[in-house]
């Protein structure tokens, strides 16, 4: 025990750890006070570990190391850049849509300096913000005009209030969805001050049960995506067209919540088809809305397009003006839409190359990746995510690591820098290439490497 008590003795003092130049280098970057408290509580841990464990004392560079590094994991930010070994591409956890570099390097190119979000050059005269993405999104989705908001909840929102506050929105009984996160319709639809008027079952809506429900306080038929989930069997659900030519033979508006919308269809890759947008504005809708981080592949965003007759009512909202969204998102949503008009989509945004990427690709980096851990390739199955094509899968070639205690390996691939996401499937470690980008492929091997 005297032992004991003399390691204890031989430990140094706050002070003297605080006048070592490491530790006044450290008080510079994170106070004087966080350091000393980091140092208190070493100390202290220390004290315990020599008393309960017999532990044989340590050098004061050991000591510094353990005081440097417990800063440096308390000051860590808690939003860091991670690796998405799920194979869930639209991974709304992980952030939903990594950006392109055109559009990485737009932010850049705008968060360095002033830019004309609301100037217009030629005229010298204040200009509008919604201009910058307009013009794309009416070349791409052949509607009259455009509105870019938040997000698309806050599109809806705005929908509802600008055009159906204290009127009647009819919509299916099978499209009162929940988008996640505890999103519901028919609370959105409270919120903003509609009232909702359901018609026809959970399994089958027609076009006669939306007639039967017209009164003079109707004002929108919706079209809500079921975007998470699938109905099969007896379903049934009007089209478009017909809700369209319904709603303007009484003079109402049609609208559309696509979601995810796509502007490339998915079935080109064995994947069954996700409604486009292009084809909801073609079948005459007035307004539809959708995401700009799911399958668009760009920033969170939400996108309205439609006729312009419809939108004017939005763009006057106060709401509006509450839901803009940041110099920095039109940066990279009109880099993300270029790629579109330039037909380079599928190449250079990360979410259309992982949808399109080859499965020889993927088995390829899953056998490379063998090579440097204990572990096989096996086949499985990519997802979409999101809130697209629910049950829908890609087939794609895994990483399965022999690991004695998969939680323990999951957890240290989370302690990666940066750390990397993984999943456990019947008691093996999965990862799937697929969403893994490429320029974090070195410091994936680095972290399968470290696996003990
Ligand atoms: C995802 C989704 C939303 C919400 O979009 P956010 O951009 O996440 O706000 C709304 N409606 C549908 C049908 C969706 O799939």
Redesign the pocket.
Known sequence: MNDRQARLRRLPSVDALLAHSAMRDLARAYGREPVADAIRAQLAAIRREILETGQPGISEESLRKRIEESLRQQHRPTLRPVINATGVIIHTNLGRAPLSVSAREAIFAVACAYNSLEFNLETGARGSRQTHARRLLRDLTGAEDALVVN???SA?ILILSALAKGREVIISRGQL?E?GGG?RIPAIMRESGAALVEVGTTNRTRIADYKAALTDDSSMLLR??T??FKQIGFVQQPTLEQLTALAHARGLLAVD?L??GSLIDTALFGLEHEPMIQESVAAGVDLVCF?GD?LLGGPQA?IIVGKAEALAPLKRHPLARAMRVDKLTYAALIATLEHYRRGDALERIPVWRMVACPLDDIKRRAADWAAHVDGAVVSGESTLGG?SLPGAALPTALLAIHSAAPNRTLEQLRAADPPVIARIADGRVLLDPRTVLPEQEAALLAALKAID
């Open positions: 997000n698309n909840a809806l969805v988008i999103f809500v995506h975007s998470n919540d979601g995810s995401s799911k939400g809130g």
